[in-house]
């Protein structure tokens, strides 16, 4: 199906870390829907939030688009 755009906020801090994996492997909106996360933080932030997509790549998880 067409992938659902999920936006999140505060992307590289504690609470949005342990959600992006469930959110990324079909936790949330099932395990047969297609997603394209857009991961949103502030500046100062990038270069930790990097490292998070960084780790979401290397999941290689088939939902992630």
């Not at 067409?2 to 395990?31: C, H, M, N, W």
Request: hydrophobic share 50%; aromatic share 4%; proline share 6%.
């Amino acid at each position: 199906g067409e992938p659902v755009r999920v936006l999140v906020t505060g992307a590289a801090g504690q609470i949005a870390y342990s959600l992006l994996y469930s959110i990324a492997k079909g936790d949330v909106f099932g395990k047969d829907q297609p997603l394209v996360l857009v991961l949103l933080d502030i500046t100062p932030m990038m270069t930790v939030l990097e490292g998070v997509v960084m780790e979401l790549q290397d999941c290689a998880l088939p939902l992630l688009r």
